[in-house]
């Protein structure tokens, strides 16, 4: 008789979000002060409903807001350390129970939410450690509650954020998709930006859909600079049809970078001669494109910051025109453009394994491989 054993493939485990660790020091130093990321606790008595309730309330509103933690056994005075209230008992027990809790009472499930025991030297404190999540809104199931943290307080999330954040996710890489290939069609025509070597991104933020969201606007005595790939253009924001745009020309006044944003927020931003050939080195810069990329999406990762939009986002990335120019098609034989195939949505713009990945590609179209 003749034995067959099958054995599966291992599957890759996915990847946790972190925080990184507090020490002792670090919290009675008094440099930490409560707000939109941090809220410090006297303690939990999970026995009793109420505190279980208010506790879910304050980690579903800085899921709903970013990475956070709260700290349990600290009691605070004006928001920042003034002595530890020590917990008592097993403090892996404690630990594993209100973590459980937490992932009981709120939907969707917070699966990198981590509760870590620091031990004193009489009993223990807890660090409620909050990683960014996608898949907001976080809902208390105890409660029906959707809450966001807005400085040190949580406040009920309001009906258009809310909604927007039931988009489905196949709807909405398709509105990318639409909005990307139409506008990429409307500069093609107008010609005003080169096709040569172009970085093009597109960027469609969950609050696209928040129709009460204000656009993205000026003052009336305000010019507003914005991000750019290439680091000598120092264009400003104009307003245009159905939004803003900053436009850059290269001394030969040809368009060589546009950024647009749309009164709904969809983002479109193409470079030109985004990755050359060293002529004087006779070489492909792939580390110099690799370095200016990763600085560009970092600089509108920040301005969305700035204007308060803080994602997920559904992106698009590409790398088109490699064989416009004389001979520099030999650097990509086999390909005249490298692009993520679908839309992939992420919790921030510079995302590292979007970014990444991206990179990669381009690197593996190239006669490097």
């Known amino acids: ?36 990321d941090l809220d410090f606790k006297r303690e939990v008595n999970l026995d009793k409903p109420e505190a279980k ?10 899921l709903n807001r970013g990475p956070a933690r709260i700290i349990v ?16 008992g097993d403090p892996d027990k404690t630990a594993l129970r209100l973590q459980t809790v937490i992932q009981d009472g709120i939907t969707p499930v ?12 009489t009993g223990f404190i807890l660090d409620i450690q909050i990683p960014r999540h996608a898949g907001a809104p976080f809902m208390n199931r105890l409660s029906g509650g959707y809450l966001i ?18 988009v489905d996710e196949t709807a909405w890489m398709s509105r990318l998709e639409e909005l990307t290939a139409a506008e990429d069609a409307k500069l093609a025509a107008s010609g005003r930006v080169m096709a040569r070597q172009a970085l093009r991104i597109g960027i469609l933020p969950q ?23 290439h680091e000598h253009s120092d264009p400003w924001f104009k307003a245009v049809e159905d939004g803003h745009e900053l ?46 990329a990763k600085r560009y999406l970092a600089a509108i990762a ?35 453009a490298v692009r993520t195939l679908r839309p992939r949505i992420v919790q921030d713009i510079d995302d590292e394994e979007l970014v990444s990945g991206f990179l990669r590609r381009v690197r593996q179209a190239s006669v490097y491989g």
């Open 1 to 36: 008789m003749v034995r067959i054993t099958v054995t599966e493939p291992a599957r890759p485990e996915r990847r946790r979000r972190t925080l990184d660790a507090l020490t002792v020091s670090e919290i009675a130093d008094g440099s930490l002060q409560e707000g939109q």
């Open 53 to 62: 309730t208010r506790l879910l309330d304050d980690v579903v509103a800085f």
């Open 73 to 88: 056994g600290v009691e605070e005075k004006g928001g920042r350390f003034e002595s530890f209230r020590p917990v008592s």
């Open 110 to 121: 917070p699966l990198d939410v981590q509760v870590v025991p620091i031990p004193l030297e």
């Open 149 to 166: 943290r807005s400085g040190a307080r949580n406040l009920p999330i309001d009906p258009g954020m809310l909604r927007s954040r039931f």
């Open 207 to 229: 609050e696209h859909f928040d129709y009460q969201r204000r656009a993205f606007e000026q003052g009336d005595h305000v010019r507003y600079p914005g991000p750019v790939f």
């Open 247 to 292: 436009f850059a020309k290269d001394l030969r006044s040809q368009g060589i970078e546009r950024l647009f944003i749309r009164d709904d927020w969809f983002v479109h931003a193409q470079a030109a001669f985004a990755i050359q050939q060293l002529s004087g080195e006779g070489r492909l810069g792939l580390h110099e494109f690799n370095e200016a």
């Open 302 to 336: 920040a301005f969305f910051a700035e204007q308060s939009i803080v994602g997920p986002f559904a992106i698009t990335l590409s790398l088109q025109g490699l064989g416009e120019g004389e001979h520099f098609g030999a650097w990509f034989p086999n390909t005249s």
